[in-house]
């Protein structure tokens, strides 16, 4: 569970909705997890998704999870200029550590 | 605020040195996680413990070690430093250790910045 993969860089307006994408490889993996880590700050958990769900929805956040291909993904509606940051996507597996994706830095240009 | 501590905040030091980087988990958190994010390796797993006692290893280096003791604050030791050693160092903590198939939260520290020059 240690090949976690992103694409580096996002750019998007504001208002429109913003799509981060992670693939994983381990199979085994529990939750899956989206962080957002803010210029000079920690991490702070935004999401996360239990391996058995498809989808989870918290307000502007959307979470896909695509087992078989192993694809996940956090759609951010309306995006705004507070909304950009580092986005990691994270899984955990039986030993609760986590293993996180290389980031995604959004950009949102006003 | 998480409620997870890590001090200093940020620390200057020079090649072959010796440093301790401190964390306080959240009331009532049991296990306490370290990482270290840096620009070529990202952010990866360092070391867990729970309780006391080490529950999980990662790439930790042999030059690094860690403790959590009765009062269950941690503390990592980085020894011997190297210009790659600069990084920053995050702690978590979560109510639990390992709980197989339940959601056990991590709660990260606002991370210790160790410039090594």
């Known amino acids: 569970g240690e090949d976690v993969e992103q694409s580096l860089f996002l750019s998007v307006r504001e208002g429109d909705s913003s799509v981060i994408n992670c693939t994983y490889t381990?199979?085994?993996?529990?939750?899956l997890y989206w962080y957002k880590q803010e210029p000079g700050a920690g991490l702070q958990l935004l999401t996360y998704?239990?391996?058995?769900?498809d989808m989870k929805q918290d307000q502007r956040l959307t979470v896909l999870l695509n087992k078989k291909d192993k694809h996940l993904s956090l759609r951010i509606a309306d995006t705004q200029t507070g909304d950009s940051a580092i986005y990691f996507c994270?899984?955990?597996?039986?030993?609760?550590?986590?293993?996180f994706g290389t980031g995604t830095r959004l950009t949102v240009i006003p | 605020d998480s409620g997870v501590t890590q001090t200093p905040k940020h620390l200057i030091t020079a090649t072959g040195q010796r440093v301790t980087l401190r964390c306080s988990p959240r009331?009532?958190?049991?296990?306490v996680y370290w990482y270290q994010q840096s620009l070529d390796q990202g952010l990866q797993f360092l070391i867990q413990?729970?309780?006391?006692?080490?529950?999980a290893k990662g790439n930790i280096l042999e030059r690094f070690s860690a403790q959590q003791f009765p009062d269950l604050h941690s503390e990592l030791n980085l020894s011997s430093l190297e210009l790659g050693d600069s990084a920053l160092y995050f702690c978590?903590?979560?109510?639990?250790?390992?709980?197989?198939?339940?959601?056990?939260?991590?709660?990260f520290g606002p991370g210790t910045r160790l410039t090594v020059l």
């Open positions: 009331s009532g958190d049991l296990s």
């Open positions: 978590a903590s979560s109510v639990s250790g390992r709980i197989e198939g339940l959601y056990n939260e991590q709660f």
């Open positions: 381990d199979s085994s993996s529990t939750y």
């Open positions: 998704i239990f391996s058995n769900m």
């Open positions: 413990y729970y309780n006391g006692e080490e529950r």
């Open positions: 994270a899984e955990t597996t039986g030993a609760n550590n986590l293993f």
